[in-house]
């Protein structure tokens, strides 16, 4: 089945550390967006990629990296300088930035920092 | 600044009846909406979406209605089930800087209950 799988679906992490989430796709995307969600939030950008070996930083990319070496894995770096790295995260991929609006999410990853 | 807003939180309807969400943006440079629907712990799944240069698109039970001149878009389900259940995000594209890509910006959500 074609999809987007992020893993693990729980993370804890003791503060001060720095933490890798699992994005891989399989519907032959070329972008790929990593967004953030609070509760009482709406889903805020973090990084997005629109072909292999780019990214572009998104709205709130402070404490993060990511890395896009193959067309179907986009995994995020959640950095000890995130002042705030608990939340869920989502990885999400569409067709092409430039003509496709529509976005296929993954499960999610959601971390707990303490 | 808030550019894309649902000023509910919440909405609580009877099963069979018409749910209606709500979503106000501000940028004029959007040029597509998109509902998105979302179950606590997964990924949002696309619903329905509309261009700037229609005002009504239907797909089964679900309708977006865009006024462009007021900056409003609704989502109509009729009629509502308990399944329908959920967080809905209100969601609009723009082109970035450039116009050699686009990225979506989202609203906080609405959550409806769709009561048996």
């Known amino acids: 089945d074609g999809g987007i799988t992020q893993s693990p679906k729980y993370l804890f992490r003791k503060e001060g550390q720095n933490v890798t989430l699992s994005c891989e796709q399989n519907?032959?995307?070329?972008?790929m967006y990593w967004y953030r969600q609070d509760p009482g939030q709406g889903l805020r950008l973090i990084y997005y990629?629109?072909?292999?070996?780019?990214?572009q930083k998104g709205d709130i990319a402070e404490g993060y990296s990511v890395s896009r070496e193959k067309k179907e894995s986009f995994p995020l770096t959640v950095t000890s300088a995130q002042k705030n790295p608990t939340a869920f995260y989502l990885c999400?991929?569409?067709?092409?930035?430039?003509?496709?609006?529509?976005?296929?999410f993954g499960p999610g990853t959601r971390l707990t920092v303490t | 600044d808030q550019q894309v807003k649902q000023n509910s939180p919440s909405l609580s309807v009877q099963e069979g009846r018409i749910s209606i969400l709500n979503c106000d943006y501000t940028n004029s440079m959007f040029d597509y909406f998109l509902w998105y629907k979302k179950y606590p712990a997964e990924g949002p799944t696309f619903l329905i979406s509309?261009?700037?240069?229609?005002d009504k698109n239907e797909d089964g039970r679900f309708t977006v209605f865009l006024n462009k001149s007021a900056k409003h878009l609704s989502l109509h389900i009729v009629p509502s089930q308990p399944g329908d259940s959920a967080v809905y995000f209100c969601?609009?594209?723009?082109?970035?800087?450039?116009?050699?890509?686009?990225?979506?910006?989202f609203g906080k959500g609405t959550l409806l209950t769709v009561n048996p």
């Open positions: 999400a991929s569409s067709i092409s930035s430039r003509i496709g609006y529509e976005q296929y």
């Open positions: 509309i261009s700037s240069i229609k």
């Open positions: 519907l032959n995307h070329d972008a």
């Open positions: 969601a609009a594209r723009t082109p970035n800087s450039g116009g050699s890509n686009y990225k979506l910006t």
């Open positions: 990629s629109q072909i292999v070996n780019d990214f």
